[in-house]
């Protein structure tokens, strides 16, 4: 039986979330598994993926064959590298010592990188919301203006007509008055 670790299919329409398994080569896509390893969800940024790293190296020893996905999610979390390290330890190349020196090294430098992002990102998401309120003040700023610019038009436009009726008030009494006498 050969078997491969591979991504089961989960979530709604438009919202992948997949299982990391292991799972038989001959076993459909989403059916029956061997041994849930891990999860991954491509829907965050970055991609959320929480893996069980002795489970993983278990199933490498035991010749799992990744497909390329799960291989790439492996190689990410140090999966890959620890079953390069044990390789190492078996044939007397490494210590366990150095071993495990190495995989933590190499998961700190990680760690770093994937901090780095998601700072960076926070700062890219920052600095948009800081342009979009800059050019919302704008455009508030040009509407109040033409909205006063047209009060201000519009109490011009009135002023005249109101003295235009003051005007004619006075030169009708007198018409009235003339009249009358």
Same mark, same amino acid.
């Given at each position: 039986m050969s078997v491969k670790i591979r991504l089961q299919r989960h979530g709604k329409k438009q919202k992948p979330f997949y299982w990391v398994v292991a799972a038989d080569a001959r076993s459909k896509r989403d059916?029956?598994?061997?041994?849930?390893?891990? #999860?991954?969800? +491509?829907?965050?940024? +970055?991609?959320?993926?929480?893996?069980? /790293? *002795?489970?993983a190296v278990k199933w490498?020893?035991?010749? =799992?064959? +990744?497909?390329?996905?799960?291989?790439?999610?492996?190689?990410?979390?140090? =999966? /890959?590298?620890?079953?390069? /390290?044990?390789?190492g330890i078996r044939k007397g190349a490494l210590t366990q010592e150095q071993a495990d020196a190495k995989l933590a090294a190499w998961l700190e430098a990680k760690a770093g990188k994937v901090d780095a992002k998601k700072e960076g990102l926070t700062k890219a998401q920052a600095a948009d919301k800081a342009k979009a309120f800059? =050019?919302?003040?704008?455009?508030? &700023?040009?509407?109040l203006a033409a909205a006063a610019q047209a009060e201000a038009d519009a109490i011009a436009a009135a002023t005249p007509a109101a *003295? *235009?009726? &003051? *005007? %004619?008030? +006075?030169? &009708? %009494? %007198?018409?009235?008055? #003339? #009249?009358? &006498?």
């Open positions: 059916g029956k598994y061997l041994e849930k390893i891990g #999860t991954y969800n +491509p829907n965050t940024n +970055p991609a959320t993926i929480e893996l069980n /790293l *002795e489970s490498l020893h035991n010749g =799992a064959q +990744p497909t390329d996905t799960a291989k790439a999610i492996l190689s990410y979390k140090g =999966a /890959l590298l620890k079953h390069h /390290l044990d390789g800059k =050019a919302e003040q704008e455009v508030n &700023a040009k509407r *003295e *235009e009726v &003051a *005007e %004619e008030a +006075p030169a &009708a %009494e %007198e018409n009235n008055e #003339t #009249t009358e &006498a």
